[in-house]
């Protein structure tokens, strides 16, 4: 692969890793709850996601599922009432104090939850199937630059959970006060249901 697109690819690509979206924000609520290991073990469960996205992707697949209207929108449908779903827990959660909160919830869980949020957003592999390929030289390997590609971009995704990470386990400072806690929550379920609705009611094309 050609080093200035290289060199153009990382700073792109990082952008996009590091946008606040639901993933992210699950995970520095996440570190805020459970600790940055939590949300660092969390986050593979994003990547196992993003892994299977670039995975169809590569093989073309991804073209087949934009092409169905049908298809795009279950898998819209069903990530857009995962997303509103967990807004409106947040939103009725109770309020715990930070030193209340039980940090020895089932990790795995927390993966799987992962991994529903980034499988159920079917704009993730619209990123990988317009993104990438923008950096492809087609009279190389195509497989192995899509595989350089992708490595480099679960790299960065993996960055950019802790970095969040870091900044949610700092957080714990801020929520000695129920009064605080419920106002984060309640701001990351506004922030969520606005993500569900939006992409529930974004047009495909």
């Known amino acids: 692969m050609e080093l200035l697109k290289l060199l153009w690819f990382i700073p792109a690509c990082f952008a996009l890793n590091m946008a606040p979206g639901p993933n992210n ?7 805020r709850c459970y ?6 073990i969390a986050g593979f469960g994003r990547i196992a996601a993003f892994c299977f996205m670039i995975m169809l992707a590569a093989s073309g697949l991804a ?3 934009y092409a169905s209207e049908i298809l795009f929108f279950i898998i819209k449908f069903l990530g857009a009432m995962y997303l509103l779903w967990i807004a409106f827990s947040l939103w009725r959660s109770e309020v715990n104090l930070v030193s209340e909160i039980d940090h020895s919830r089932n990790r ?3 993966a799987k939850q992962e991994f529903a949020l980034a499988a159920g957003n079917p704009k993730a592999i619209l990123i990988f199937t317009a993104f990438l390929p923008q950096f492809i030289d087609a009279t ?22 802790s970095l969040y990470a870091i900044f949610g ?3 714990n ?14 701001a990351c379920a506004g922030f969520l249901a606005f993500s569900g609705a939006n992409l529930l009611f974004s047009r495909q094309h």
């Open 25 to 31: 924000l699950l995970a520095m609520n996440n570190a």
């Open 35 to 40: 600790g940055f290991q939590s949300a660092l």
């Open 63 to 65: 073209v087949v599922l």
């Open 108 to 110: 795995f869980g927390l």
């Open 140 to 161: 190389a390997s195509v497989n192995e630059q899509f595989f350089f590609l992708g490595v480099t971009f679960l790299v960065l995704e993996m960055l950019a959970i």
């Open 169 to 171: 386990r700092y957080l």
């Open 173 to 186: 400072q801020w929520f000695t006060k129920p009064e605080m806690t419920k106002r984060f929550n309640r």
